[in-house]
Structure formats: C-alpha cells, structure tokens
T-cell receptor, first 115, second 109 residues
Framework: DTAVSQTPKYLVTQMGNDKSIKCEQN?????MYWYKQDSKKFLKIMFS???????INETVPNRFSPKSPDKAHLNLHINSLELGDSAVYFC??????????????FGPGTRLTVL | QQPVQSPQAVILREGEDAVINCSSS?????VHWYRQKHGEAPVFLMI?????EQKGHDKISASFNEKKQQSSLYLTASQLSYSGTYFC??????????FGTGTSLTVIP
C-alpha cells in the first residue's frame, strides 16, 4: 500500500491552462503539505494544512490554491499556468499539527511541464 | 529564511567520510535531515530536538548546536547507496517548515 500517492506523475500542459494535482495519504495523518522543487533542487513549502488551519507561504501566487475534501486528501489547483510553474510538486503528510517534531512522508512527486 | 547548507556538492570515493553543515540565521527549535535520491522523493533520516543532541544509525549521524544555530550531518565510510541530495530542515515559527539549500553527495567506486 502506498502511504502518500499523487496523480498524475507527469503533467504537460500549455501556458494559460488550469490544472489540478491530486494527493492522498492513507497514514491517518492530520497535516498535509505541498512543496515545489525547482530545477536547482530547492524544496520550497507552498502550503501546510490540517483540519484546523491552512498555512500559506506568502510568496506563493494566488493562482495556486489547495483544496481538501477530507483529511486524507489535499489537492493542488493551479490557474493560468505560467512557464515558471514548471517544477516537481511534492505532496507530504505528517502525524501531528505540522510542528517542529513532525516527520514528513512524501509522495512520489508530479513533474509539471508548462509549454 | 531558508537554512544554508555547505558544501553545495561533494564527491567521495567509497569508504571516505563527509560532513554536511546546515546553518541558520534564526534560532532553530529542531533540525530534520532528509535524503533525496535522483528522481525520487525525499526520505526522512533523523530529527534532533534539543541543543547538544547527537543521533545516528548505521554510519550516518548528526549533531545539533543550538547556540551556533547549526547542525551537521556526518557520513562515515560512505557507500554507493549514500549518493543523493541531503536536506536539512527546520520549523522556525512552530507552523511552517523550511528545507535547507541542499547538498549533492556523489559516492564513486
């Protein structure tokens, strides 16, 4: 059983399109995250979310929006895609409330290419 | 706010040792270490919660110097399987996690 899964694994799309990436975790964790990893391998947090609050990294454009239908899912919706959005997007989850003691478990990543 | 790691990249021969440093301009409440192999997701290695704490398993260990706001990861007698990018990470505010700049480690035969 995959602990944290993401779909799709690869996503190729045109500038200006809207797309979504789905994430599911079967670990019973309370907190989920979205990270963006660029071509230089920098891992940057975009959002963390638990059933109490959404923490948004202030540098994330509002074209990106997380949507959580339930505790086990955190999807990422992106409007009006731009070339600079091309990256690998990782979903992760952790047991606690996202604090400093939480171990994060990562999904396999979604490679987004914007043409 | 991102912790800075050094070196950016290192190449080792099997059996050699390496040290990866993680430095922060702000107080660190904890330090996490992750390894990411090429084309894969980051995988948790260990977490250090207190200043002065040292941890390790197999031949990979880490220390946390709270006063200096830094942590170091030690890889002893490196193996080919150690190759990958190593990230430290920390949570400055209690609710948002930041990964370090990353260190690419390549072990060659």
């Amino acid at each position: 059983d995959t602990a944290v899964s993401q779909t799709p694994k690869y996503l190729v799309t045109q500038m200006g399109n809207d797309k979504s990436i789905k994430c599911e975790q079967n670990l019973g964790h309370d907190t989920m995250y979205w990270y963006k990893q660029d071509s230089k391998k920098f891992l940057k947090i975009m959002f963390s979310y638990n059933n109490k609050e959404l923490i948004i990294n202030e540098t994330v454009p509002n074209r990106f929006s997380p949507k959580s239908p339930d505790k086990a899912h955190l999807n990422l919706h992106i409007n009006s895609l731009e070339l600079g959005d091309s990256a690998v997007y990782f979903c992760a989850s952790s047991h606690g409330s996202g604090g400093s003691t939480d171990t994060q478990y990562f999904g396999p990543g979604t490679r987004l290419t914007v043409l | 706010q991102q912790p800075v790691q050094s070196p950016q990249a290192v190449i080792l021969r099997e059996g050699e040792d390496a040290v990866i440093n993680c430095s922060s301009s702000k107080a660190l409440y904890s330090v996490h270490w992750y390894r990411q192999k090429h084309g894969e997701a980051p995988v948790f290695l260990m977490i250090l919660l207190k200043g002065g704490e040292q941890k390790g398993h197999d031949k990979i260990s880490a220390s946390f110097n709270e006063k200096k706001q830094q942590s170091s990861l030690y890889l002893t007698a490196s193996q080919l399987s150690y190759s990958g990018t190593y990230f430290c990470g920390t949570d400055y505010t209690g609710n948002q996690f930041y990964f370090g700049t990353g260190t690419s480690l390549t072990v060659i035969p």
